[in-house]
């Protein structure tokens, strides 16, 4: 029965850099003996580059127009209101639910609310209510007992750093006793577990990492080095034929400039609010050419699909230059602003193509584009001193039964197949 | 009826010797007195177990945002009760300008659920009786009749061995503090009910006035009324049982996307 066990372990957010520097730098030396034994390769996250998207096509091998997420926010068909795209809307079915071994599913993100499954899941962010996160439901009182929570409270980060971490560290405790007493009590062929706090972590402070002087420094490596001994343990206790795969979502640097793009979308005429009204979708007004959702995707206001549409298809590619154009050209203190304009039909395929949006731009370094309405100026920075990045995810690979090499950068997508095919 | 009247005894007796038991092993609590229908029912029972005179005080966490009628309610029923009354409120919340407009998932956190953990630290309260009702709320139906913050014991509160207690108290540190839940069984319907039988006084939001009602009243921002033509208690008993719409469902999914963006927004996305 040990044979084709699959043990994967996601870290989110950490970038390629980061699990090179700390490997070789002794802050994760479990990680490191593992990697000894793994390919190691950078890996391209979604587009966009967010968790939701992005660990969808991970649990799938399914690029976004087939699994139908596109973003933690989405509106409602032919409406500017906004809902939150969950688990129930995930349009692929997971390597959990294609296989017919019992699975082990921890505190990946954007499987809440739960569903029955062969095995345990327990949901990843953003979980809401703990009875719905988890399942067998007899398990809550079995979590409850280990102090498990769904999820640090980031709020406290904008009250106190102390207390933050604190959070984070009682989080990621739980969360590996958690972990343990799964290992030890259930029978699984596939064993999946998130560690989320990373990308918490390094929202708040990346600066931390940056510099050696700063007062969290220690705290920052610290946290990964807890997690390096939690997955130090799980190796050891692993069979030398099982495969394991260690992987993040997407990459993260330093954040230098918030870029609110519905701003600049309202100052250059694209978009536009009914006068007297507050600056929010729904109040989007009628002569609006193109509107943007978090982060950084960007839909036309096209007739045939929202109350107030006023772009004609016939024109779509004309505005679509136009946009290409400004957010190319787009420059502050002579650094250029946005790295990537990907089209449409350049990133996304399936049934859900209809859904997506007609354009995705992706920051530049430092840069990290917002879709809120409520920014003042083009410009600003708030408490975040990290953000994603695009290119920069790992995926680490160790299998005894199959070879792997990859001859370009595997994207998330790649990780999620290869993933599908190991679980079959 | 004598039917309905033995029901409405048991629950009645149930819910005294829960808070006649809570209150010999914990003294030091305070029941939370929201002026609604449930914990004024609440109220009522506490009164009846302690034979009309409560030893301990009756908290109202003030948002400043309630109907007037909620005011006058309690200004009215606090002096002809004897009521020991704290009335508590997020000073530094209000003072920064919070409310409803700000989102309605901080709204009730800081104005509500801040708010009374600041009261329990300042009081030191160990135990709080509320007047929740499992049928009330999907996120409800799980509940335990007495739910230690943060723990999940699930146990036969009848024939409860007096150790448990005791273990309770002995592991209880400075933040925690029991929540006691006398009503939890109760539906809305025995709650109309019981008030009738007891002459209960009624907040005058309940009738149906110009064809609405208010089913359950908090911050007059939060809840909207019903249509209703119910303006007396009988006719808010025909009513309810010809109806199976939870009182506040219409409030769940919203509070859940309000939640959502609260998550959202606290790691920099909207
Ligand atoms: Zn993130």
């Known amino acids: 029965m040990a044979e084709n066990r699959n043990i994967i372990v996601g870290l989110d957010g950490v970038p390629f850099g980061m699990i090179k520097d700390f490997t070789e730098s002794g802050v994760m030396p479990n990680t490191s003996k593992l990697l000894n034994d793994s390919v190691l390769t950078p890996m391209y996250s979604t587009v966009p580059e967010i968790s939701s998207v992005a660990w969808s096509s991970i649990i799938t091998g399914a690029n976004p127009a087939e699994h139908g997420i596109f973003g933690f926010i989405d509106l409602h068909p032919n409406s500017y209101k906004m809902r939150f795209p969950n688990f129930n809307d995930l349009r692929a079915a997971t390597f959990w639910e294609n296989c017919e071994g019992p699975s082990v599913i921890v505190n990946v993100p954007s499987t809440y609310p739960v569903r029955s499954m062969n095995g345990v899941h327990v949901s990843g962010f953003v979980s809401i209510d703990y009875e719905k996160s988890v399942y067998p439901e007899s398990l809550v009182s079995t979590l409850k007992g280990l102090e498990y929570r769904l999820d640090v409270d980031s709020m406290l980060a904008h009250k106190s750093m102390d207390v933050f971490l604190d959070d984070l560290d009682r989080t990621v405790d739980a969360r590996i006793s958690s972990i343990q007493t799964f290992w030890d009590q259930c029978k699984w062929q596939n064993f999946m577990f998130v560690f989320t706090g990373t990308d918490r972590l390094m929202h708040f402070l990346w600066d931390a990492y940056d510099d050696k002087g700063h007062k969290y420094h220690r705290k ?77 995707r960007i839909y036309l206001n096209r007739k045939d699909k929202y109350p107030c549409g006023s772009v004609e298809e016939k024109d779509a590619n004309e505005i679509l230059n136009q946009l290409e154009e400004l957010f190319s050209s787009l420059e502050i203190d002579g650094r250029k602003v946005i790295k990537h304009i990907f089209k449409k039909e350049d990133v996304y395929e399936g049934p859900y193509f209809k859904d997506a949006p007609d354009l995705v731009l992706i920051g530049d370094t430092g840069f990290n584009l917002k879709a809120t309405t409520a920014g003042k100026s083009r410009f600003g920075k708030g408490i975040f001193t990290g953000k994603h990045t695009y290119h920069d995810a790992f995926l680490a690979v160790k299998s005894k039964n199959r070879n792997i090499s990859f001859d370009k950068q595997p994207s998330v997508i790649d990780a999620g197949k290869l993933i599908r095919s190991l679980t079959k | 009826m004598s039917n309905n009247l033995s029901h409405l005894d048991a629950l009645e007796n149930n819910s005294i010797f829960i808070i006649r038991e809570a209150y010999s092993q914990f003294r030091n609590v305070a029941i939370l007195w929201s002026i609604g229908k449930d914990s004024t029912t609440l109220l009522w029972l506490v009164r009846k177990a302690f034979f009309g005179q409560i030893p301990f005080p009756v908290l109202h966490i003030d948002t400043t945002y309630k109907f007037p009628e909620i005011y006058d309610f309690r200004e009215k029923y606090a002096k002809e009760w004897g009521l020991n009354l704290l009335v508590t409120k997020n000073e530094e919340a209000l003072a920064a300008g919070m409310g409803p407009d700000k989102s309605k998932f901080q709204c009730c956190n800081d104005l509500k659920t801040v708010a009374l953990k600041q009261a329990i630290a300042k009081y030191k309260f160990n135990a709080l009786y509320l007047g929740i009702r499992r049928d009330e709320h999907g996120i409800r139906a799980k509940e335990r009749v007495f739910s230690p913050r943060d723990e999940d014991f699930e146990w036969d509160y009848k024939n409860q061995p007096p150790e448990l207690w005791d273990q309770y108290k002995t592991k209880a540190t400075e933040e925690e503090h029991l929540r006691v839940h006398p009503l939890l069984g109760w539906r809305e319907i025995d709650i109309w009910e019981y008030t009738k039988r007891e002459n209960i006084p009624v907040n005058d939001l309940y009738y149906a006035k110009d064809g609405k009602r208010y089913r359950s009243i908090g911050c007059h921002t939060c809840c909207g009324p019903i249509d209703s033509n119910a303006g007396t208690v009988d006719e808010i008993i025909t009513e309810l049982a010809n109806t199976d719409i939870s009182e506040r469902s219409g409030r769940a999914q919203d509070k859940e996307d309000d ?3 609260q998550k959202l927004r606290s790691l920099g996305y909207m």
């Open chain 1, 220 to 296: 920052f490596l610290e946290y990964f080095s807890k997690i390096d001994a939690a997955i130090g343990r799980i190796i050891d206790l692993s069979e030398n034929s099982d495969s394991v795969i260690l992987l993040s979502d997407h990459g993260f640097e330093k954040l230098d400039h918030d870029v609110f793009v519905s701003k600049i979308l309202a100052e250059e005429g694209f978009l536009h609010f009914n006068p007297s009204e507050e600056s929010s979708l729904q109040n989007i007004g009628p002569k609006t050419k193109a509107f943007a959702l978090d982060p950084a």
């Open chain 2, 259 to 261: 939640y959502m963006m």
